[in-house]
């Protein structure tokens, strides 16, 4: 077909995707179905856009009415209105029945073109039914469609999910890579570090950009791991993958069948062993995905690709040694900040706040407010730690007040520590009960920035910041805050103790620890 000629089974396929669904089946559909072979075939875009009609405006209750035209058609002289039929299935919401339809056609047909159409919906349909099918050697059907069976098969019928409790014996060579924001690494190996010194059961063994990686000493569990608040993700190393393209593919897929791969599924899952596969900051990979995929499956039939909800996820990411590929937990919600009952935009990531509340560090008796607490992550997190006595949370917005509150009586702190949560500017705080001259011992907070919050005057609000946190300290106190700005002229009371360039999200900030000294 030229260029510029015209499609006319395109143009009859939009011209019915306008009509209301009433006409096209009580006159497009009766139509198509007294219409001499010849004609069928000519008006086939009929069956395309019943498929995309219905499920927009059709009535449930006529559903089946219409799967049961869609499965009459698979029988069709014509292989080209059977596919369309295929194709229309799943949208109608196939089930048993069709899925038999589909299956008796797969035993039927020569035609390679319809074996692999045939695939494409069993897809997105096939059940058990299939995979019997298949285990008997009645049809054949691709790798990819029988993973994928296999796949929602046992996601219905057992599911899966992570096993905190899980321990791994078998350590010996294993990497573990706790990733997070560029610029918190040390707050996380500090954290590591200290955790050592308790269990012993990991040691650090580098530090890089974004990343802390840790060697096992002794037997673990995932709950070892998740006790860390600090990091973002946490990725099982399966290896490092170099190459040129059909290299890398085989390299990739022989460490996601791997017996280390394996035995970290086996160890970690409750119920079937799924994941996704995601290139970081390569975009959609639909081709390569496919095909690792499916090698993969080859090598292993155990470990089954499944995008849809799985457990696990193999990520791989980027480095100047070359691909790192890494099997990571799909904990949703995360575990750790289970208290997150509620959020505001612009909100602190929890292994953000995690990591502020440690780098202001410990300290007795502690009067801690958040200036602007936004969902009260901050709060939450030193209280955590210990050695609070009071905290106090105010904001401009009453929802971020009702969330922060809600949030602080989830987090059921022990022992419990009382609050006080006010809706005002944080510059009134002399009117405020509790909040005075050398009242507080720690301000931690993360302002707004001005990018999904406006703020007329930012500049103005951090100078503020520092005036006001130099009235209300203690001295002896700090202010650990998220600064967007380089600080301006800062009261003399409050010296810098520490500085670090934080990552939040594509653009840099300055984590920053003041302390107020005794004037």
């Known amino acids: 077909m030229k260029s510029g000629d015209k499609n006319p089974t395109k143009e009859l396929y939009n011209a019915l995707r306008r009509l209301p669904w009433e006409r096209l089946w009580s006159e497009e559909v009766a139509r198509f179905d007294g219409a001499a072979p010849v ?13 995309v009609v219905f499920p927009e405006s059709g009535p449930a209750e006529q559903a089946g009415e219409v799967r049961r035209w869609l499965v009459g058609l698979l029988s069709d002289p014509e292989e080209k209105i059977r596919r369309y039929a295929m194709a229309a299935l799943p949208k109608i919401g196939a089930g048993p029945e069709e899925e038999s339809a589909l299956l008796a056609l ?7 073109t319809e074996r692999k159409f045939l695939g494409e919906t069993l897809d997105k349909i096939g059940g058990a039914a299939t995979l019997e099918t298949l285990a008997s050697g009645r049809g054949v059907l691709s790798r990819q469609t029988e993973q994928k069976v296999k796949a929602r098969v046992a996601r219905a019928q057992t599911g899966s999910a992570v096993r905190l409790e899980g321990v791994l014996t078998g350590f ?22 200290e955790a050592a010194s308790k269990h012993g059961k990991f040691r650090v063994a580098e530090v890089a950009s974004g990343l802390v990686a840790l060697t096992p000493l002794a037997p673990f569990s995932l709950g070892d791991i998740y006790a860390l608040r600090c990091f973002g993700t946490v990725g099982f190393v399966l290896g490092t993958v170099r190459g040129n393209e059909a290299q890398s593919a085989e390299a990739l897929a022989q460490a996601i069948a791997s017996p280390l791969a394996l035995r970290l599924l086996k160890t970690f899952t409750e119920g079937a062993l799924r994941y996704r596969l995601d290139f970081v900051a390569r975009g959609h990979q639909r081709g390569a995905v496919r095909a690792v995929a499916n090698r993969a499956y080859a090598l292993c039939p155990e470990i089954l690709n499944d995008p849809s909800h799985a457990p696990w996820s193999v990520n791989v990411h980027p480095t100047a040694r070359g691909n790192a590929v890494e099997l990571s937990p799909r904990l949703v919600p995360d575990p750790r900040f289970s208290y997150r009952q509620e959020d505001v935009p612009a909100a602190s990531h929890p292994p953000l706040a995690a990591c502020m509340a440690r780098l202001a560090g410990p300290a007795p008796d502690e009067i801690v407010w958040d200036p602007f607490c936004g969902s009260g992550l901050e709060l939450v997190e030193r209280a955590r730690l210990g050695g609070v006595r009071r905290v106090y949370g105010t ?15 989830a987090a059921t702190v022990q022992p419990p520590v009382p609050s006080r949560f006010v809706c005002c500017d944080f510059r009134d705080f002399p009117v405020q009960e509790g909040l005075g001259p050398r009242s507080v011992s720690l301000i931690l907070t993360n302002p707004p920035m001005g990018r999904r919050v406006p703020i007329a005057d930012l500049q103005g609000l951090i100078d503020d910041l520092f005036a006001v946190a130099a009235t209300v300290l203690r001295p002896g106190g700090r202010l650990v805050f998220a600064n967007p700005l380089p600080s301006g ?10 500085r670090r360039v934080v990552d939040f999200g594509g ?12 004037r």
């Open 39 to 51: 004609q069928r075939l000519e008006n086939v875009a009929l069956v395309r856009a019943v498929g």
């Open 395 to 409: 904001d401009l917005s009453e929802e971020a007040i009702a969330i922060t509150t809600r949030n602080f009586a």
């Open 172 to 193: 010996a060579g294993l990497r573990i890579h706790l990733r997070g924001r560029k610029g918190l690494e040390g707050i996380v190996r500090e954290e590591v570090e």
């Open 106 to 112: 797969l035993q039927k047909t020569a035609s390679e």
């Open 489 to 498: 002229p800062v009261p003399a009371s409050l010296k810098l103790q520490s």
């Open 507 to 518: 653009f840099d900030c300055r984590l920053e620890l003041w302390q107020k000294v005794a």
